[in-house]
Structures are given as structure tokens and as C-alpha cells.
């Protein structure tokens, strides 16, 4: 009998956001901050049409649909990592180099506008933050390697 499959799941950990430091040749490394949850999403803009059916108008009509454009955004939530807060908060509005990457597997990389960035606390808790990156051009999707 065979051996039942199963999902092989990709764990939290492996998926990393990697900031470029804007060096020649750059250097990309991940914030301790941005990587305590985060995520990618890719995503199509569609128009979509209406083509009715010459032979039998009374039929359905048939549904078309074309890729306007194509989009990518990169969000997290974490704990502040203090050493961090000032580059993030000056980043706002700014291009910035990103990979997200699963080690060894895939790799996202292009140029990312931080769109917003927001810290809260309560008293006698630890301050909280999120942040959100919207693509400036097509990124590169492919494998991960060296």
C-alpha cells in the first residue's frame, strides 16, 4: 500500500523580507523588526467584457477577460525593534531595494516604495508596528539562488 502525501509545508521562519543597503554591489539583509510576521502579495488588475453569442442571442453571453496590469505589495506587523525605528520612519515615501525570498526555493527583488508605516504602545506593553510596501516597477520573480 502506499505511502499516503502530504502537503509540504513551507514554515513561517524561511520566508524573509531583505532590505538593500544601496551599496555597489548591494547588500541585502532582513530586519529583525519587519520579519516577525509578514507577507507578499501578487496581484492582476482585470478588465473584463461582455461577447454575445451571434448564432443565438438569447444564449448567455460569453465572458472575456484581459490583464491590465499586475502589482505586489509586501506587508508586516512585528515588535518595534528599537535600533530600527529611525531608518524605517525616514524610509516613508522613499524607493528602497527588497527581497522576499524563501531560502534555496524562490526569490522576489525590485525596487518598493514604503507606503506606510505605523508604531502603537500601551502602557507597560511593548510598542507594536506595522508597515506596508507597494511595488515602484515590475519585480523579478524566480528561484532563490546564490
Given at each position: ?72 505589495t ?9 535600533s ?40 507597560r ?22
Amino acid at each position: 500500500m502506499a505511502e499516503p502525501e502530504y502537503v509540504e509545508v513551507v514554515s513561517g521562519e524561511s520566508i524573509l523580507v531583505q532590505i538593500g543597503n544601496g551599496a555597489d554591489p548591494e547588500v541585502f539583509a532582513h530586519d529583525c523588526m519587519i520579519n516577525g510576521s509578514r507577507s507578499f502579495e501578487r496581484t492582476a488588475s482585470v478588465t473584463e467584457q461582455s461577447i454575445p453569442r451571434c448564432d443565438d442571442p438569447s444564449q448567455p453571453d460569453k465572458i472575456v477577460r484581459r490583464v491590465d496590469s499586475t502589482d505586489s505589495t509586501i506587508g508586516g506587523n512585528f515588535k518595534v525593534h528599537a535600533s530600527s525605528m529611525l531608518a524605517w520612519m525616514q524610509r516613508v515615501g522613499q524607493t528602497v531595494n527588497v527581497r522576499v525570498r524563501q531560502a534555496g526555493v524562490w526569490r522576489v527583488a525590485g525596487a518598493y516604495i514604503l507606503q506606510s508605516f505605523s508604531v502603537e504602545a500601551e502602557a507597560r506593553g511593548y510598542a507594536t508596528g506595522s508597515m506596508n510596501m507597494v511595488q515602484a516597477d515590475e519585480p523579478t520573480i524566480g528561484a532563490d539562488v546564490p
